[in-house]
């Protein structure tokens, strides 16, 4: 069965840091990664889609990793801004096309 | 596109009610999924569908649970009779072409059973 870990919980750092959010999963047999955030009471937006056989995707100040083979994917999030604060999700989509998600990694960026 | 419409946005019900959420995705999306969240468990697929089909319903938690989609603009989620341990936001997203690809979630419902 696949679990997916991201830790810390939670995470709070001053305006301006650049920082990356960790995601581990137990079984490389993935079709792709996806980032999603939350914001409280909100749904999920998706971030960024990587495909197995990609190593990363970037989007503005996003950048995403995956290396399949140690089941691990971080999420770069350069010159961070309070507008950043969410919950930030990290799910695979398995062999048997479920999507299984972590429990995510609620940030808070301080002015 | 308004995206993946979701109501109610709130319910609030007792014990012992039938209570149905319903979902539409986006046009031209072909599967729709239901997923529950929670504090303790966080999000869970509860079941898919591809073109209308129950494809998954594995998550799905017990026999009081069932979700029909009887067509493509259009799905329910209903809980009959509903149990306080239900209370949750249930979330629906759709794709363009199955679990593999990009999901759009709607904004889900909250629900509390009392």
């Known amino acids: 069965k696949q679990e997916v870990t991201q830790i810390p919980a939670a995470l709070s750092v001053p305006e301006g840091e650049n920082l990356v959010l960790n995601c581990s999963f137990t079984?490389?047999?993935?079709?792709?990664l996806q980032w999603f955030r939350q914001d409280p009471g909100k749904g999920l937006t998706s971030l960024l889609l990587i495909q197995s056989s990609q190593r990363e995707q970037t989007s503005g100040r996003l950048n995403a990793s995956l290396d399949k083979s140690s089941g691990r994917s971080t999420l770069y999030i350069a010159a961070s801004q309070p507008g950043d604060s969410a919950t930030y999700l990290c799910?695979?989509?398995?062999?048997?096309?479920?999507?299984?998600f972590g429990k995510g990694i609620t940030l808070s960026v301080r002015p | 596109d308004a995206g993946v419409i979701q109501s109610p946005r709130h319910e609030v019900t007792e014990m012992g009610q039938e209570v149905t959420l319903r979902c539409k995705p986006i046009?031209?999306?072909?599967?729709l999924f239901w997923y529950r969240q929670t504090m303790m468990r966080g999000l869970e697929l509860l079941i898919y569908f591809n073109n209308n089909v129950p494809i998954d319903d594995s998550g799905m938690p017990e026999d009081r649970f069932s979700a029909k989609m009887p067509n493509a603009s259009f799905s329910t989620l209903k809980i009959q009779p509903s149990e306080p341990r239900d209370s949750a936001v249930y979330f629906c997203?759709?794709?363009?072409?199955?679990?593999?690809?990009?999901?759009?979630f709607g904004p889900g419902t909250r629900l509390t059973v009392t």
């Open positions: 997203a759709s794709s363009l072409k199955g679990a593999g690809y990009e999901q759009y």
């Open positions: 046009s031209g999306h072909n599967s």
């Open positions: 799910a695979v989509t398995g062999a048997n096309s479920k999507l299984t």
């Open positions: 079984d490389s047999a993935i079709y792709n």
